[in-house]
């Protein structure tokens, strides 16, 4: 695959197709400036294709989507074939005071590949190959556009190794999005978080300079270079290319199915589990209605779903630790085939489509938190969604566990309503501030791009000054991405007023 897939049709296309987001005054790019752009790569000024990069998977994107609106069109799409091009392009936009939005899969659910500000789109897609693997260390060299199946399938048909990334938009998604999103995979429990994967990274940043950081498996170096980057959500260089670790191919894969009288017996249940040296690939745990909803339960009971892979010695280790946890906190063994079905149907986004289509606000929120906290995020964040005019449902599951804490995923939904806005506002201010308020922080893997980073600023304190310090130091006309992560997106602060532009 060498293109993103839209996540909804536009609805009534007009021609040229409108925009939600204002234009600032003065807003252009030159004809003789779009010629330079176009004599360095694939240049594209076609009303379809900068309506289609004005827009990912953010549910409210989708939203208006129904309009027939895109939230914000580029002036140009440029897609480099090198980083030569990228460079030239982030020259260019550089000196001309240019944003410059990366945009790669478009599979990111907070806008964050929305250019706000318009001006280039610098699309990865065609920087898409697997450069090299050094078979005895097993590190993969790979260009940022890639999609999932097409890196996993050539690495392991080619190489008989896995990366073991499986985000659940694996298909819609790219190695440089999961880099810059610091997103997480369903595997995660056993294969790390993306910035455990990432071994190094080359970057060009705003003055054109090319960064390469990592490449060591450990070091005292000074701070982490890599880490700066990974989540950064193209505000701070784009990346061009990726060292990632990979593992052999599994032999054996076991799986598992549990059921509790309640959530709470399950978190204890994942947490004794891997304070015991559990990892098992997949260790999710359902709410009672999501069980029902997912997994056709009775409505009363959680399910907790387990799968590893890997050396037989490890796994069974591993299912026998689980087993032994589930038991010690009151666990009946469900049946394994609700581990069959959720592999089915894990990947399918047509629900979200469908209740788009249909008026419905419907969006997810994963945090991550301490142990100590999940009980009462579990409780708060469900309980403020509730108390939001026209909620019909919140439910959560914990998807990814660690030594110290989790991530809880909260799905939640509300009438369809003519303030559509304004109660889709409402309801992320309740959700976000329940989970912060019990001592999560904002976001898990999805990240924080437009529509979370306005919670950023009061969940990093004063660290928020820092990473503004870093913005400026690095990017000082702020060309890269403005107006995200909550960053300042100019000097005229009174625009951060409003909650997007
Ligand atoms: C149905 C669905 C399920 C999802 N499930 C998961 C999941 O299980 N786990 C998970 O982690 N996420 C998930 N996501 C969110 C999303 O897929 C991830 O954030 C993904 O990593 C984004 O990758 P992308 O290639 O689509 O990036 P895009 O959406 O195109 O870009 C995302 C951000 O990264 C920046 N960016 C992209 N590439 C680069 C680059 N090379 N250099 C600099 N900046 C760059 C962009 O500027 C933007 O800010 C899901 C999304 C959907 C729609």
């Not at 440029?78 to 091009?85: A, G, H, I, V």
């Not at 996993?152 to 659940?168: A, K």
Request: net charge negative; with cysteine.
């Amino acid at each position: 695959m060498t293109q993103a897939t839209d996540p909804i049709e536009f609805v009534g296309l007009a021609s040229p197709i409108q925009e939600r987001f204002a234009q600032q005054p003065n807003e252009t790019l030159s004809i003789s400036l779009i010629e330079e752009l176009a004599a360095i790569c694939d240049t594209s000024t076609d009303d379809q294709d900068l309506a289609d990069h004005g827009r990912d998977w953010w549910p409210l994107a989708m939203h208006w989507a129904m309009q027939g609106k895109t939230p914000r069109k580029p002036h140009a799409v440029c897609r480099p074939t090198s980083t030569e091009q990228v460079v030239s392009i982030v020259q260019l936009c550089n000196n001309n005071r240019i944003p410059l939005t990366v945009s790669a899969g478009r599979s990111g659910v907070c806008g964050a590949a929305i250019p706000v500000y318009g001006g280039v789109v610098l699309d990865t897609c065609l920087l898409a190959s697997i450069v090299s693997v050094d078979r005895i260390s097993g590190v993969i060299e790979v260009l940022p556009g890639m999609f999932g199946p097409d890196f996993e399938n050539e690495l392991r048909d080619m190489y008989g190794v896995t990366v073991g990334h499986f985000p659940q938009s694996f298909d819609i998604s790219t190695v440089g999005g999961w880099v810059a999103c610091r997103g997480a995979g369903q595997y995660s429990t056993r294969y790390g978080k993306i910035e455990d994967m990432v071994v190094g990274l080359e970057v060009v940043l705003a003055n054109g300079t090319v960064v390469r950081t990592g490449t060591a498996p450990a070091g005292a170096n000074g701070p982490d270079l890599t880490s700066l980057f990974v989540g950064s959500e193209g505000t701070l260089g784009v990346i061009t290319r990726v060292w990632l670790r990979s593992h052999p191919l599994p032999t054996t894969q076991q799986r598992a199915a549990y059921l509790f009288p309640s959530f709470v017996d399950g978190i204890n249940t994942c947490r004794t589990a891997v304070q015991h040296g559990a990892t098992p690939a997949v260790l999710r745990l359902y709410d009672a209605d999501e069980s029902k909803r997912s997994h056709g339960t009775d409505g009363k009971q959680c399910t907790l779903l387990v799968l590893d892979e890997g050396d037989e010695r490890i796994v069974s280790a591993t299912l026998s630790i689980v087993h032994d946890a589930a038991m010690a906190h009151g666990a009946q063994v469900g049946d394994v085939d609700l581990v069959e079905n959720w592999m089915h149907h894990r990947n399918n986004t047509s629900g979200l489509q469908e209740a788009t289509r249909r008026g419905f606000i419907v969006d997810t929120m994963e945090v991550a938190a301490q142990w100590s906290s999940l009980e009462a995020i579990f409780a708060n964040v469900r309980a403020s969604l509730m108390a939001v005019e026209g909620a019909l449902s919140a439910t959560c599951h914990l998807s990814h566990s660690y030594l110290d804490g989790a991530c809880l995923y909260f799905t939640f939904a509300a009438k369809p309503t003519p303030e559509f806005e304004e109660r889709y506002v409402q309801l992320w201010n309740a959700c976000q501030r329940a989970a912060l308020n019990a001592g999560a922080n904002v976001s898990h893997h999805h990240g924080a791009g437009l529509n979370r980073g306005r919670f950023l600023p009061e969940s990093l304190g004063a660290g928020m000054g820092v990473l503004q310090s870093i913005k400026n130091t690095l990017d000082p006309h702020n060309i890269f991405n403005p107006g995200k992560l909550g960053l300042n997106p100019d000097s005229d602060t009174t625009k951060r007023n409003s909650v997007w532009p």
